[in-house]
């Protein structure tokens, strides 16, 4: 790995180091214990201004399913606008300040005042197209990819060549690396800040080279690849397969997606919003 991507890597801890975690996040006080991946899934139909989407949610990620269950029955939902669409990618909504929210305002930060803890059910749900996913903060400020407790986003995607999969998933290596030496990094912020202040430019060099052979031993125990059904989806159907692994997909869509494909299609200006709102008139649990 190159040198200046340790810095950086680097930099950023110590960067951290000096700020103070004011912004805790609460825990979802809806989660709940799946009962069993042989119930009935439920479904939800998300009435909008362009027609009809009807989700389903899976069971083997309760506490999403349950959270977004308990959001729809309080009318949360209920006229907040798709903010953020990109086409050939996804369409995004969830922002509870998004309601009646005049055509300056910038959106995205939205929520009901917690988070959900990641359930990765990969890769058997992955980001193919029609995929329901939620949405989250940056893994700077969170490591743990906990999911925002209400935005979520509905992949559209686009489909890619057998040749495209590869370098991608040679990309996807290198980031799943990068990854692990920023935690390695993260966990070794007292040693590097002795070393930075002490200018010992010799220490830093031993050390980066050591953790960079600590994360290229800790990559090779879990190598990266696709398997048979997300090669046949992303070649046939299409989807976002460089978000797969790191948002929680706790659902699909079962009907609806020409109006999915209206909504990405949308003409859009500031922050990839719509510049004609396009909002969720109700949702409604259906089974």
Not at 42 to 54: A, W, Y
Not at 70 to 78: A, F, R
Not at 185 to 210: K, R
Not at 279 to 285: D, E, G, L
């Amino acid at each position: 790995m190159k040198k200046n991507l340790f810095f950086s890597i680097m930099m950023v801890a110590l960067t951290l180091m000096s700020c103070s975690a004011s912004n805790t996040d609460a825990t979802a006080s809806a989660a709940a214990t799946s009962k069993g991946n042989n119930k009935k899934m439920t479904t939800v139909k998300l009435e909008t201004t362009l027609g009809d989407i009807v989700v389903e949610l899976y069971n083997e990620t309760p506490q999403h399913r349950d959270n977004f269950i308990k959001l729809v029955k309080e009318g949360y939902y209920d006229g907040v606008l798709f903010h953020r669409v990109i086409k050939d990618f996804m369409i995004q909504a969830g922002d509870g300040n998004s309601k009646n929210a005049g055509p300056e305002t910038t959106l995205g930060d939205g929520d009901p005042g917690y988070t959900i803890e990641a359930e990765f059910v990969y890769p058997k749900y992955f980001h193919k197209r029609g995929a329901l996913a939620a949405a989250r903060t940056g893994d700077q400020i969170n490591p743990e990819r906990r999911s925002s407790g209400s935005q979520f986003y509905i992949v559209t995607g686009k489909i890619f060549s057998s040749d495209e999969l590869k370098a991608l998933s040679r990309r996807m290596r290198d980031v799943k690396k990068q990854e692990i030496l920023g935690r390695l990094v993260n966990e070794n912020t007292t040693t590097i800040q002795q070393l930075y202040q002490s200018q010992d430019t010799a220490g830093l060099q031993a050390l980066e080279n050591e953790l960079n052979k600590q994360a290229d031993a800790e990559a090779a125990k879990t190598p990266f690849s696709w398997t048979d059904e997300q090669l046949d989806a992303y070649t046939s159907v299409g989807g976002a397969p460089h978000l797969d692994g790191q948002y929680t997909v706790f659902g699909e869509v079962v009907s609806g997606m020409d109006v999915v494909d209206k909504i990405q299609n949308t003409t859009t200006g500031r922050n990839n919003r719509p510049t004609v709102d396009i909002k969720i008139v109700k949702a409604t649990i259906l089974k």
